[in-house]
């Protein structure tokens, strides 16, 4: 009995201990970042109202790659943004980030957006966060084991009040870490953390544009097989985004130059593109809204924003990937619609969502963002397509730092507990016989024509 007393005593008092340091981690984070989101809006409604603004592109990146090198040299890398430092981290250094990060990052993003780069303002929001949560923990000299909690508290945090979804942000920064796990032991701290922190920031005035959806559950076979299909096809937008950054990254790393010279290249690079349509340049918010209200999206929308982005993050500028991805699932849930004659404005909202489950690896926090944007009538067709989605993409992502903690088909071998971009190639072990093995052996191939080609 005394036993019994004792555990749910020490169990009480640590609930109230993280319950405590969770809603602290909530307000120290959700206020910089709703600083920072105030601050990128009035600078990116500033640079638009001039028309050339992306002329400045070079000067941007170049400045943006200076500041990352010598101020925040851990901030980032060439072709990802920074929730993969952030996650890499945790990984290696139980969550310890110096506190420089915070405003180097921030500022290289309004510069980068400002003046035309695609990239979005998520991963500068989890750095924030992990940045301000991992100075507190050193500050009062927390435990490795609290500070790692502490950390994702932050990340959770930041993800909650850039998202402007409470549940999901929170739900994404857990299960960004791993490829199929969470750590059960911080959801509650990273919810109430979520939580406070979208408090916070709504009541600095950021606003959200997203709105629930007008739609009807109309549940057949047929509706359903086409959501799968959905799945499918996003899917196949998230395996184009992610391999698009990757091959940017290696044509980035193979030019021998000073990084901020690259920022200059990557500039020009962003003005030539601009030529032929300023449609993918910045965040994109427009775009994403014009779909989600079921204005059809062009054919090439989904594939340009991943070279503009891929460009963006690949050659000096700094910034996030998440509204990146928003575009590429929103555009390319809008041509599948117009493929199929379907509503383009509900097929939008799931390619927004399934494509983020297949990019980042986050089927869960993806299910959950469709309820918190579109409204639960949608949902159940939405998880669906995330879920295809994310096991369609295998074992690619564009957070390369995850550490791999399932196979997704028992007929690829792969080892776990590694981080994705620590592996090799995965291999395939078809059953003997049959369309299985015959389609597998397919794969294969096509697998090893597209390794040699990078190669």
């Known amino acids: 009995m005394t036993a019994h007393i004792t555990e749910s005593t020490l169990l009480f008092i640590s609930i109230v201990k993280w319950v405590f340091l969770a809603t602290l981690s909530g307000v120290i984070v959700g206020l910089p970042v709703g600083l920072f989101l105030k601050c990128l809006r009035i600078t990116s409604s500033w640079s638009a109202g001039w028309k050339y603004y992306y002329f400045l592109a070079p000067v941007a990146f170049f400045f943006s790659a200076l500041m990352v090198k010598y101020l925040a040299p851990d901030a980032s890398s060439p072709g990802s943004d920074g929730t993969d430092k952030v996650i890499q981290s945790l990984h290696r250094r139980s969550g310890k980030i110096s506190a420089g990060v915070v405003p180097v990052t921030a500022l290289a993003t309004i510069l980068t957006l400002m003046f035309g780069g695609s990239a979005g303002k998520e991963g500068p929001c989890a750095q924030i966060g992990a940045g301000i949560t991992s100075f507190f923990s050193d500050l009062f000299r927390f435990s490795e084991h609290d500070r790692k909690k502490l950390v994702i508290c932050g990340i959770s945090a930041g993800f909650a009040a850039v998202f402007g979804t409470p549940i999901s942000g929170a739900i994404f920064g857990v299960e960004v870490l791993f490829v199929g796990a969470m750590l059960y032991e911080v959801l509650l701290p ?33 509706f359903m097989l086409k ?12 395996m184009i985004l992610v391999e698009t950054m990757k091959f940017l990254e290696k044509w980035s790393y193979r030019i021998r130059l000073w990084s901020p010279y690259r920022g200059l290249i990557g500039g020009a690079l962003i003005i030539v593109m601009a030529l032929f349509s300023r449609r993918y340049l910045g965040l994109g918010l427009n775009v994403i809204e014009d779909s989600l209200m079921g204005i059809p999206a062009h054919w090439y929308d989904f594939i340009a924003k991943a070279a503009f982005t891929g460009v963006t993050l690949g050659f000096g500028g700094s910034g996030g990937i998440i509204t990146p991805i928003f575009f590429v699932g929103a555009t390319s849930g809008s041509l599948y619609a117009g493929l199929l004659h379907l509503d383009h404005a509900t097929f939008a909202a799931i390619g927004m969502t399934a494509v983020l489950a297949g990019a980042a690896n986050t089927p869960i926090a993806a299910s959950i963002m469709a ?6 009538a949608v949902a159940p067709y939405a998880t669906v397509a995330c879920v295809i989605s994310f096991l369609m993409t295998g074992n690619r992502s564009v957070y390369p730092s995850q550490v791999l903690s399932i196979a997704k088909s028992e007929s690829i071998k792969v080892e776990l507990g590694k981080e994705l971009h620590q592996m090799g190639s995965s291999t395939y072990a078809p059953r003997p016989g049959g369309l299985a093995a015959f389609a597998i052996r ?14």
């Open 190 to 222: 990273s919810f109430i953390s979520g939580i406070t922190a979208y408090q916070i920031s709504t009541a600095m005035g950021v606003t959200y544009f997203y709105r629930p959806l007008r739609f009807v559950p109309i549940f057949s076979e047929t």
């Open 227 to 238: 959501v799968m299909f959905a799945g499918v096809f996003c899917g196949l937008a998230a």
């Open 371 to 376: 309820v918190e944007l579109f409204g639960p």
């Open 442 to 455: 397919f794969i294969q191939k096509v697998d090893d024509a597209v390794n040699s080609l990078r190669r």
